[in-house]
C-alpha cells in the first residue's frame, strides 16, 4: 500500500508524461492576466501534515495566479484523525478576510465536540460561522461510521442552514461499506443537504467492483460499470463529487475513456478541486482534466460553473 504522498508524486510523473505526450501544457494564467478558469472547491492553509511546509494564505493566492484559479475554498480540519495538525474555522475565516475576493471559507466542527443543547447547541455554532462567513461545511473527516447517530446530527444542522457539506471517506474516516449503505442513508434521510464526495473511499465507489480493501489504497485498474457512485447519483439528486487529490485524479485517471464519458454525463454536479495544502506540491488536476478536451459547456460547469451555483457565488 503506497502513501498519499508517494502516490501524488506518482500520480503527477505519470500525468506530466501524458501530457507531454499530447502536446499538452499546464494552465497558467498568463502576466497580467485575472485568474479565471478554475474555482478550487478544496484547498487548506496552515500545516496539515507533520513534515509539510506551512501553506499561507499569501501563498496560496500566489499559487491560484499561476495555475488560472481564480477562487478557492479554504477547508479547515477539526478532527484529530483528519491531519497532524488541527486547522480551526477561525483559520480559514482569517484566510478570507485577507483575501475577500479569492478565498471561501468554508466551517466545521467534530460531532464528538462537548457542546450545550445537542443539535441546537451545533446549530448554534455553525450558524455563527455562517453569519462570520462560511460558505458550506467541511472537510467533514470524522473517525467515525458515515451514519453514526454524532455525525447524523451535523448533517441535520447543515441541512436545516442551508448550506452543503464535503465530506471525506476512507477506511478510518466517514466510514462505509462497498456500495455506500452509510452515505445511502444519510442521503435520504436529509434530501435537502448537498453532500460532496471526496476521499480513496469514496473515489474508488466509482468502479463496481469496489472491494473495502480499495477505500484507503490505490489500486489502478480499468473501472467497472456499476459502481455505487453512479447509483447513488441516479437515485440522489443532492449527492455530488469533489474531483481533488490523489483519489479524484485517480479515479477520473484509471480509465480514460470511462472518466471522459462520466464528467461528461455528470457534469452538472462534478467539482474542480485540488487539495493543494503545502507549496510545491504536485497537482495532476490541472492537465489531466485538460487531457479530456470536454465539451466547453460540461468543461465550464466542471471547472467553475458548478461551485458559483452550489456556493451562490454568482
Known sequence: MMNRREFHRRLATGVSALCAAQHLTATAAPPGKKASKYIDVHTHVGTIWNGNKELTASLLVRWMDEHDVAKAVVLPLTSPESSSFLCLTEGALQAAKEFPDRLIPFCSIDPRTSVVGGVRGFESIIRRYVDLGAKGFGEHKVGLDFDDPLMMQIYEVCEKIGIPLLFHMDTLRGKDQPGLPRLAHALATFPKLTFIGHGPGWWASISGDAKAADFMSYRPRPVTPGGAIDKLMDTYPNLWGDLSAGSGAEAIG????????????????????TDYLQPGQPVPQFQLLDSFNLPEQAQQKVFRGNAEKLLKLT
Request: no cysteine.
Open 254 to 273: 484509471r480509465d480514460p475513456a470511462f472518466g471522459r464519458e462520466f464528467l461528461i454525463r455528470r457534469q452538472d454536479r462534478l467539482l474542480f478541486g
